[in-house]
């Protein structure tokens, strides 16, 4: 009977230990996200600056015709 104590004590330890490291890992991953989308917003800003600067779009917009030659040109290398 103690036996089956100890394993559901080491059994719920480890859980606590996962969940533990799990919250962990979801702080680091939420954190190098929002680093990553500050990114994305200063790299936008900078385009948006040189294209006011330059008079000129650096931005451009791919339609869909334009992908698909792309991913078929990749599939040929």
């Not at 104590?5 to 979801?26: G, N």
């Not at 917003?41 to 600056?49: G, H």
Request: hydrophobic letters at 40%.
């Amino acid at each position: 009977m103690e036996n089956d104590k100890a394993i559901r004590r080491q059994t719920v330890e480890k859980e606590l230990a996962d969940m533990e490291k799990l919250k962990l890992e979801k702080q680091q991953l939420e954190s190098a996200l929002a680093q990553a989308h500050l990114k994305i917003m200063a790299l936008e800003t900078v385009i948006e600056l040189a294209e006011e600067h330059y008079g000129e779009p650096i931005k451009k917009n791919l339609d869909m015709e334009q992908l698909k030659g792309l991913k078929k040109a990749d599939k040929k290398q």
